[in-house]
């Protein structure tokens, strides 16, 4: 067809009529997509006494971490590998402490984790130094951030650091050992709360898996390290506040969605 008018005019022509062709041949967003809203609120951080819940705030506010293999490169086999990977233990309004990844089988940490399943993940309360546009909870500055003057550091006890350690266990879709509301939950939470995965390219085989924990170690105050019961962990459950409090009934949330 032909467009009359001056080039400036043919040229803004042309434009618009791409965009709507770009309009129409742009799937919809999904639901999942429809969630996005990037980082949750923070919310307090539980009093020093409140180990259990210091360990369960810490896995539902934080969004990235470093997790530790055994590693599979011929030159460091069987030494440790620590890589940077986003995490989530459920959507903002729902924690199940159980922490969630997005891996691509390209990268090593998947790589590793198909010779051996053991798995650590390391978190820092000094990551939230930059959480949410510079807003952080209070009392985090003081205590991890580091300055020629105080006592701030991430090395510093009060600035919390927890240690989950466990089995790696790969959540891929149309397998007869996946929960497929499992599946749906936590792709739908990382999705939520890491909004640029739903962009991630389709050929890097990305695939969603959960660890398994079988031991928290946590240090969030002079003294040395507190090793919290997996089980009372897991009993706790999220508030409307943003608190946690234990689980009055029966199942704690390592059994459900």
């Known amino acids: 067809f032909l467009i009359k008018g001056t080039k400036l005019q043919q040229t803004m022509k042309f434009f618009v009529l791409y965009v709507l062709f770009l309009a129409q041949i742009t799937p919809s967003k999904s639901n999942e997509e429809e969630l996005a809203v990037g980082p949750c609120q923070f919310t307090s951080k539980p009093h020093v006494d409140k180990k259990k819940e210091t360990a369960r705030w810490m896995m539902h506010n934080i969004e990235w971490g470093v997790i530790s293999t055994i590693s599979t490169r011929e030159a460091t086999k069987n030494m440790p590998f620590g890589n940077i990977y986003s995490f989530v233990d459920g959507t903002c309004d729902k ?63 009060p600035c919390a650091r927890l240690v989950v350690t466990g089995k790696f266990i790969p959540l891929h879709e149309g397998e007869d050992s996946v929960d497929d509301d499992e599946l749906s939950f936590a792709k739908r939470s990382l999705f939520q709360r890491h909004p640029s995965m739903a962009d991630w390219p389709d050929d890097h085989s990305f695939f969603v898996g959960k660890i398994d924990i079988i031991d928290l170690w946590l240090i969030d105050i002079y003294g040395g390290a507190t090793v919290i019961d997996v089980d009372e962990y897991f009993g706790l459950e999220l508030q409307s506040d943003g608190t946690f409090a234990s689980n009055d009934s029966s199942t704690n949330l390592r059994t459900k969605i």
Do not use: R
Not at 98 to 115: E, F, I, R, T, V
Not at 135 to 142: A, L, N, R
Not at 144 to 153: F, T
């Open 95 to 157: 924690s199940t402490g159980m922490p969630y990844l997005y891996l691509s089988d390209m990268d090593q940490s998947a790589k590793d984790l198909k010779g051996s399943t053991d798995v650590s993940l390391a978190l820092s309360e000094a990551s939230t130094l930059t959480h949410q546009d510079g807003k952080m909870p209070f009392g985090v500055q003081h205590t991890c951030s580091i300055s020629a003057s105080g006592i701030g550091d991430p090395e510093n006890p």
